[in-house]
Structure formats: C-alpha cells, structure tokens
C-alpha cells in the first residue's frame, strides 16, 4: 500500500525539525561553553583590580616569613595535639587570612604538611593517623628547644655536605 503525500510530508518535516533541534541543541552547548569561558575570564581581571584577592593558584611566600610555619605551629602544639586542619585555620586565623576561601585554605593546609613532616624528619613532632587524618604532637626533643628561628635564613649549598655535590667526571 503506497503512502499518502500527506505522511510523507509530515515525516520529512518531522525530520528537519529533528535536524533543526539537533543543530541548536548544539549551538547550545557552544554558548554554555563560551559562557563559562567569559565567566572565568571576567573573574579574572574583577580579581585582579582588587587589591588582596587571591586566583586559583595562590602563592603563600609573601605571607609567611623563613620557619615561621613551623615556629607557629610548634608554638600551636604546645597546648596539646592538633590535625594538620586544626593547625592551618589557627595560623589563617593569626594571620587575619579568610578561612572560607577554600583555595586559600587548601595552600596552607599544604604549607602546613610540608612543614610538619620537616619537623618530624628531624624529631621535633610525631604524626598518629586516628581516622585517617594526621595528629601531630611535640615530642620531648620539640618541648625542649626549637629548632627553627624565624629570622633564620636557609644554608647555602656550599655549607650543605657531601649530599649536594657533584663529581665531575
């Protein structure tokens, strides 16, 4: 049985409508996508007029002086133990920084980490792993003096040992 030019029609328009919906389902997506690079752009320079606001990559070093991470930590740990969580919202909390800013946060949490296991390395701190999270504490050798100054500077290679030096061959 032959089809009425009627359906025929019909399914070849209801075909270009399925063309047409697929075309701006595309075009969509294209300017959600556009939109999300403006945004991000935007953000940017907004951010950058603002004196104190920090980007997605935050460096910390005009923050915090040579060893004064770890001095405030220690410092920190004298009145028991604390998670390296606990120690980083006290030092953005001595510091005036903005706890709520998650990336800002994020950077000194590592910050912190990075110091606390220097202190373990040379025995100052001792880590426990309660549920996963680290719990530093002062060990009787980090009671007993500190290690680190803060207006310490770091050691030049020349100073260091054998460790740094090369043999030429």
Not at 27 to 45: N, P
Not at 52 to 61: F, I, K, M
Not at 123 to 142: F, I
Request: net charge positive.
């Amino acid at each position: 049985m032959a089809e009425s030019q009627t359906v025929t029609i019909l399914r070849a328009k209801r075909d270009a409508i399925a063309a047409a919906i697929n075309n701006y389902e595309r075009q969509l997506e294209r300017a959600k996508a556009d939109f999300t690079h403006v945004t991000a752009a935007l953000a940017i320079f907004e951010a950058a007029e603002e004196p104190g606001s920090n980007r997605a990559y935050v460096s910390l070093y005009r923050y915090f002086k040579y060893g004064e991470v770890a001095t405030m930590c220690r410092e920190a740990l004298e009145n028991g133990p604390l998670t390296t969580t606990e120690l980083s919202q006290l030092l953005m909390a001595s510091k005036g920084l903005d706890a709520t800013d998650r990336v800002l946060s994020q950077s000194v949490g590592f910050t912190v980490l990075r110091s606390m296991r220097g202190l373990a390395r040379r025995k100052t701190v001792t880590c426990t792993r309660p549920k996963g999270r680290c719990l530093w504490r002062l060990t009787s050798a980090g009671d007993a003096a500190s290690s680190l100054s803060i207006d310490a500077k770091p050691a030049d290679a020349s100073r260091r040992g054998p460790l740094l030096q090369i043999e030429r061959r």
